[in-house]
């Protein structure tokens, strides 16, 4: 194996995960692995181009992939409505399921009150990891205009958030009964 073999399968094995995890979020996830793997066909060709901080090279060529390929699709379903399909039983087991879906339920409900690149700016911070920096590169802006996306975005969701749990913190839930031991 030569050495651009040998960049490509170590980019391919250590980041493919991320990237479909960013693909899936911006397609129909049947055409997920297909836009994940046209991000991969395009590494491979431009692998002597890519940055030693790859992932958001990476992401930025899947955004562009899912905008240009598969657009209307994508549109069609917002972030919203894929991350709420994302949550499987396995997700609930270690939950008390209840708890968990009233704060799934908040989260996207504050999620789905963010403006599309709020959303945006807020998941490739908090869920791909990236620095402003870098998902300004991906997002296709400044720096300064992503800063200023994910301050409002940070800012919309925890005030949507501090609102929902204020809500669910009233007296609406029975308490739990307590369990009476009998004396011999």
């Given at each position: 194996?030569?050495?651009?073999?040998?960049?490509?399968?170590?980019?391919?094995?250590?980041?493919?995960?991320?990237?479909f995890g960013y693909v899936v979020l911006k397609v129909a996830p049947q055409a997920?692995?297909?836009?994940?793997?046209?991000?991969?066909t395009v590494a491979w060709r431009k692998v002597d181009e890519i940055p030693e901080r790859a992932?958001?090279?990476?992401?930025?060529?899947?955004?562009?992939?899912a905008r240009q390929s598969h657009g209307a699709a994508g549109h069609a379903r917002?972030?919203?409505d894929r991350?709420?399909?994302l949550t499987t039983d396995a997700d609930l087991h270690a939950w008390d399921a209840a708890d968990h879906v009233i704060a799934r339920d908040q989260a996207l409900a504050a999620l789905r009150a963010l403006p599309p690149k709020e959303a945006e700016a807020v998941t490739l911070t908090a869920w791909h990891g990236l620095e402003p920096a870098d998902a300004a590169r991906v997002a296709g802006c400044s720096r300064a205009a992503f800063v200023v996306r994910l301050h409002r975005g940070r800012r919309r969701l925890a005030r949507a958030l501090d609102a929902s749990h204020e809500s669910a913190?009233?007296?609406?839930?029975a308490p739990r009964p307590r369990v009476?031991?009998?004396?011999?």
């Amino acid at each position: 194996m030569d050495e651009r073999e040998a960049r490509f399968t170590r980019l391919y094995e250590t980041y493919y995960r991320n990237v479909f995890g960013y693909v899936v979020l911006k397609v129909a996830p049947q055409a997920a692995e297909d836009v994940t793997g046209e991000v991969f066909t395009v590494a491979w060709r431009k692998v002597d181009e890519i940055p030693e901080r790859a992932l958001p090279w990476l992401l930025g060529v899947a955004r562009n992939l899912a905008r240009q390929s598969h657009g209307a699709a994508g549109h069609a379903r917002g972030l919203v409505d894929r991350l709420a399909g994302l949550t499987t039983d396995a997700d609930l087991h270690a939950w008390d399921a209840a708890d968990h879906v009233i704060a799934r339920d908040q989260a996207l409900a504050a999620l789905r009150a963010l403006p599309p690149k709020e959303a945006e700016a807020v998941t490739l911070t908090a869920w791909h990891g990236l620095e402003p920096a870098d998902a300004a590169r991906v997002a296709g802006c400044s720096r300064a205009a992503f800063v200023v996306r994910l301050h409002r975005g940070r800012r919309r969701l925890a005030r949507a958030l501090d609102a929902s749990h204020e809500s669910a913190e009233a007296p609406s839930r029975a308490p739990r009964p307590r369990v009476i031991q009998e004396k011999p």
